[in-house]
């Protein structure tokens, strides 16, 4: 089982997201995603995510938002646990990301990138409100089906 940070930096109606196509053994070569990446040993879900924004953006993220949870079953064959974040109050300035090319994607563009199929399913969940829970099943790299839950605001207070 690996944990996992991603997140949705948003501005003016764009989303920053890095085109991966810098490391060879990549396993989201050639994709497009939000930032992130593995939970390290005794790090929180958001100590990790605003590191991994930071090395991978240079930017600073002042309160990324959890929207939700996701479990990618038998993912290249591991199961992987996504704490999934957005971001609209940041500072700093971009800088080259070793992993792709960072790019400030119009929203209503996203569809039109190459994008796993499970992104494309739950990125019309990050603008709900309240908290969702989703259930994502490969076989490889092939998407085969998803089960989600999604919880009110009340429930996490």
């Not at 924004?53 to 929207?67: D, H, Q, T």
């Not at 960072?102 to 796993?116: F, G, H, T, Y």
Request: hydrophobic share 35%; net charge positive.
């Amino acid at each position: 089982m690996k944990l996992a940070t991603l997140c949705y930096v948003k501005h003016n109606g764009k989303t920053l997201m890095i085109h991966r196509i810098k490391k060879a053994d990549d396993i989201h070569k050639g994709k497009w995603n939000g930032l992130g990446g593995k939970i390290k040993p005794g790090e929180s879900p958001e100590e990790c995510v605003i590191r991994e924004v930071m090395e991978e953006s240079g930017l600073k993220l002042e309160k990324p938002e959890l929207k939700g949870l996701l479990l990618f079953k038998n993912f290249k064959g591991d199961d992987w646990y996504v704490f999934v974040f957005i971001a609209e109050k940041f500072s700093g300035k971009l800088s080259e990301c070793e992993e792709g090319e960072l790019a400030w994607i119009k929203d209503e563009q996203l569809p039109r990138l190459n994008l796993w199929e499970s992104d494309r399913v739950f990125f019309k969940w990050l603008n709900r409100e309240g908290f969702f829970s989703a259930k994502f099943v490969y076989e490889g790299e092939k998407f085969k089906d998803y089960k989600v839950w999604f919880y009110p605001n009340k429930c996490m207070s």
